[in-house]
């Protein structure tokens, strides 16, 4: 499984950003994914997840603000982010979990000025 991600950039506070993440390769069995991010000197952590059955998982800090969906051909996952904050600034890595394996995009950079 590859994953290619984009949308990132640099925002103002109370911004939107907008990433997307597709998947290509053996996609089939994909049972999740998500996006994860790492800020600096902090560890990654999870920021949404889709999970079999139409499940989402937010992390506490993002819920009413950002929103995961995915895509009509069911190999792209959207992560809208709304208001943004500073603390939203990370790396925002795409994740994917097939048959008991994770899968990692490349990672792309969210900036969100004060």
């Known amino acids: 499984v590859q994953l290619q991600a984009s949308g990132g950039g640099l925002v103002q506070a109370g911004g939107s950003l907008r990433l997307s993440c597709t998947a290509s390769?053996?996609?089939?069995?994909?049972?999740?994914m998500g996006w994860y991010r790492q800020a600096p000197g902090e560890q990654r952590e999870l920021v949404a997840a889709?999970?079999?059955?139409?499940?989402?998982l937010y992390a506490d800090s993002v819920k009413g603000r950002f929103t995961i969906s995915l895509g009509n051909a069911k190999n792209t996952v959207f992560l809208q982010m709304n208001s943004l904050k500073p603390e939203d600034t990370a790396v925002y890595y795409c994740?994917?979990?097939?048959?008991?394996?994770?899968?990692w995009g490349q990672g792309t950079v969210v900036t969100v000025s004060s």
């Open positions: 889709l999970t079999g059955g139409d499940n989402t």
């Open positions: 994740h994917a979990m097939r048959l008991m394996r994770e899968y």
């Open positions: 390769g053996s996609i089939s069995s994909i049972n999740a």
